[in-house]
């Protein structure tokens, strides 16, 4: 696990960090993952790269063998939470689906900001940071996956995202790590 580098048009999805999700019960604090996607912000912020906010607000039509939530949901589950305060000038994609490249305008924006690399965070690993990082890596960009600002709500499948899939599809570390290779 180690970042080899950052490409000089590299933006930040930050991946469904909404009041809906994060109040769920996951394996590794909530607080921790959005301190650690809130360095990351912070540090791109300093550095003028791009910032995509993602939240979800529907969910794909087709059969599963789980139930789908058909519970009904508070107002704001699909609202950002307020520590991310994006700010003018960041994106924000709502998706309804875990990836967030599906039926959005994701690839088009960032092709026009040139963008290579992505660094993916959020919650959940298996789910929604999974997903887009499997279809960023289809589309030709450079991921980083900073595994300390992700996780899941089962321990069991975010351990196998972040030691059988990731390693497949990008570069894995540590938010500490990226942010030393992030310069001003």
């Not at 307020?82 to 003018?88: F, G, K, V, W």
């Not at 690399?117 to 589309?139: D, N």
Request: aromatic letters at 6%.
């Amino acid at each position: 696990m180690s970042f080899t580098q950052i490409d000089a048009k590299t933006a930040l999805l930050v991946i469904d960090l909404q009041y809906g999700i994060v109040a769920l019960n996951t394996c590794h604090p909530a607080t921790d993952i959005i301190n650690n996607c809130g360095e990351l912000i912070n540090k791109f912020r300093l550095l003028s790269l791009p910032i995509c906010f993602v939240n979800v607000d529907g969910a794909a039509s087709g059969r599963t063998e789980q139930i789908k939530g058909k519970t009904t949901k508070p107002a704001n589950w699909s609202q950002l939470i307020s520590e991310l305060n994006p700010r003018a000038g960041e994106l924000l994609i709502t998706k309804q689906t875990w990836g967030a490249f599906t039926n959005t305008d994701l690839h088009t924006l960032l092709q026009a900001r040139e963008i290579t690399q992505l660094v993916i965070c959020g919650i959940a690993t298996s789910m929604g940071v999974e997903s887009t990082a499997r279809q960023a890596f289809e589309l030709g960009y450079n991921i980083s996956l900073p595994i300390d600002a992700m996780t899941d709500i089962n321990a069991a499948v975010h351990e196998n995202s972040v030691g059988a899939i990731f390693p497949k599809l990008s570069e894995t570390g540590t938010t500490a790590d990226l942010l030393k290779l992030l310069t001003t």
